[in-house]
């Protein structure tokens, strides 16, 4: 396991690197979650492709509602406060 040192100094040398290629404007958070990705395990990437092809497969079959919706439904079986 690597220390939060570690872990920012790997962090730091993949910038550096893709601070020198076409990626130079890419946002840093951009770059954060593409580091981060390119550190999962094997069954991380597994698990993870097979979540977005569960979403995917819930959009084809129309299994989505407006997440304004959902909040206010949510809202409106919750207690009231007195």
């Known amino acids: ?8 100094e ?26 981060h ?5 094997e069954c991380e990437l597994q698990q993870s ?3 977005l092809n569960r979403g995917l497969a819930d959009v084809a079959a129309g299994r989505l509602f407006d997440a304004q919706d ?6 409106n079986r919750m207690p009231k406060k007195s």
Request: proline share 0%.
């Open 37 to 41: 990705a390119s550190r999962l395990s």
């Open 70 to 75: 959902a909040i206010q439904q949510t809202r």
């Open 10 to 35: 790997a962090f730091r040398k993949f910038v550096l690197e893709h601070s020198r290629t076409e990626e130079a404007g890419i946002a840093i958070e951009d770059l954060f979650q593409r580091w």
């Open 49 to 51: 492709l097979e979540s």
């Open 1 to 8: 396991m690597s220390t939060v040192l570690e872990d920012v």
